[in-house]
């Protein structure tokens, strides 16, 4: 750690940052649940800074429209009322694929993810012709990572075709697992010179329309100032953050931290050319 920074405090409850935010960001998965559980902890913060008059909008970057999101934490136990919208990359994806109304289009990623073309009346083609590419994830994202998919990014490439990444997250934490998201299908079609846009965090646009739904639930501009960003990865969640100009709490999950977190940990995720939050847990909790 350079000798100019200061450590970043690692806190037990939220209670001593709500005070100083009229609106929290908040990420999904990872902070109020994993995939297969929901953290109790988490949902009881965001429920006690929405009592007292807090808002807190839920930005992820999961591929599906919010109704499909909302379902989900539903099910895994997130209650209603720990949050007051819900914005996700499927959202923001769908906003691009009206941009690009008429273009017959390739869906690379699960059939669980096929919401986020309800209603917006796409021609879908065949993945050695399309323009357009909407990559959402891997077909099988238990076993597979982009190395198997290869030769279908080559033809990609060879037919100069646009992806839409409607994931930017590289892997996510599922129970006790680590798999493979959208983000790292893109960086790998990147890499070997295709064209992406990236629907979500660290985006702008997607802290945009979080933004737009604070303006409409509290009837104001609130200030950067007073805006608080909770998530737990470094890539997106820190770094779209610092892109907005917010203050970051970093919650530790298993795609960065595989034992105990301390100041050593926090030090060697957070170099000097990092954005660095205000503050670290191992669990939002109120």
Same mark, same amino acid.
């Given at each position: ?74 099910? !895994? ?36 993810? !096929? ?153 060697? !995720? ?17």
């Amino acid at each position: 750690m350079s000798s100019t920074q200061a450590p970043i405090p690692i806190i037990k409850s939220i209670a001593d940052l709500a005070g100083s935010a009229d609106a929290w960001i908040c990420d999904i998965w990872g902070v109020l649940h994993n995939g297969a559980d929901a953290f109790a902890p988490a949902a009881a913060a965001c429920r006690k800074f929405r009592s007292g008059g807090g808002v807190v909008v839920l930005l992820t970057n999961a591929p599906r429209p919010h109704g499909s999101v909302i379902e989900q934490m539903r099910g !895994l136990g997130v209650p209603d009322d720990a949050y007051d919208a819900v914005v996700t990359s499927g959202d923001l994806t769908r906003r691009l694929i009206t941009k690009h109304a008429g273009v017959p289009l390739f869906h690379l990623g699960p059939s669980r993810d !096929l919401s986020i073309f309800d209603g917006l009346g796409v021609t879908f083609a065949g993945a050695a012709e399309a323009p357009f590419v909407v990559c959402s994830g891997f077909y099988d994202d238990d076993v597979e990572s982009p190395a198997d998919y290869v030769e279908m990014l080559a033809g990609f490439k060879l037919n100069e075709a646009l992806m839409v990444c409607a994931n930017p997250d590289l892997v996510v934490e599922r129970g006790d697992r680590i798999v493979y998201c959208a983000g790292a299908m893109a960086e790998a079609y990147e890499k070997i010179g295709g064209r992406v846009i990236y629907a979500g965090k660290p985006h702008l646009p997607a802290y945009d329309m979080a933004f737009d739904h604070i303006k409409r639930l509290t009837g104001r501009d609130v200030p950067t100032s007073r805006v608080l960003a909770i998530g737990d990865s470094l890539r997106t969640d820190m770094k779209g953050a610092a892109n907005a100009g917010l203050r970051a709490v970093f919650v530790s999950s298993a795609i960065h931290v595989k034992g105990v977190l301390d100041q050593a940990t926090l030090d060697k !995720l957070f170099l000097a050319d990092q954005p660095r939050p205000v503050a670290a847990m191992t669990g939002l909790a109120p």
